[in-house]
């Protein structure tokens, strides 16, 4: 089922509202990762992150010729996200029913639900990962600089509950540029940590 534009206008600033009061020193939020949370057509968000950003709510960084990459909220994005109803005449999206990201009680039940811990699908994925690598065909070179940037990336993962997000997508970007066939078994492990360190799992 489609989000309206105004759900997704809620569901963008409280996204990156959550982000930024858990860092409040970093840039933004990658756009994969906000299209991966979100789970909304990639037209649907750069519609509505354009518009919140002609609005001056948030701040969208570009890479010289391309698509914006990462979104940060502005001061003007915070005070929306923070008083809501003193911004619903100015912005009508602040009065959306409720946000579709997940509440403390979802997240709750959805951990309750989950029968296999995040640090046991972390070690197989890596696990896996490790194989798959060795049963590839490279260079012994090849080989040991894949499994290095593997190595950061599973020791970074495995920090809690605070570590350094931008250190996390920094790591995985390394990992893709060498060795992006292994984006199929460690990128969920990756976007499920992400989401548990904004709060979203």
């Known amino acids: 089922m489609s ?86 005449e100015k912005f009508s999206f602040t009065q959306t029913a409720t946000s579709q990201i997940p509440t403390e009680a979802q997240k709750a039940t959805k951990k309750a639900q989950s029968q296999v811990s995040f640090p046991e699908l972390l070690k197989e994925a890596f696990n896996q990962a490790y194989k798959q690598v060795e049963a590839a ?6 080989k040991v600089k894949v499994e290095k940037h593997l190595n950061e990336l599973e020791k970074e993962l495995k920090k809690t509950p605070k570590t350094d997000l931008q250190k996390i997508l920094k790591l995985w970007q390394e990992l893709m540029k060498n060795a992006n066939w292994l984006k199929p078994t460690v990128g969920p492990v990756v976007l499920e940590d992400i989401k548990i360190r904004l709060g979203l799992a």
């Not at 354009?50 to 001056?56: A, N, R």
């Open 137 to 142: 065909s490279l260079l012994r070179d090849e």
């Open 3 to 88: 989000s309206s534009d105004d759900q997704v206008r809620l569901n963008i600033l409280e996204l990156l509202h959550k982000n930024l009061s858990d860092d409040s020193s970093n840039r933004g939020v990658d756009r994969a990762i906000i299209q991966a949370i979100l789970q909304i057509p990639q037209f649907q968000m750069d519609q509505n992150m354009s518009y919140l950003e002609e609005k001056g709510l948030v701040a969208l960084f570009r890479a010289v010729g391309s698509q914006w990459t990462f979104a940060k909220l502005t001061a003007d994005g915070i005070d929306v996200v923070e008083n809501k109803e003193r911004f619903a």
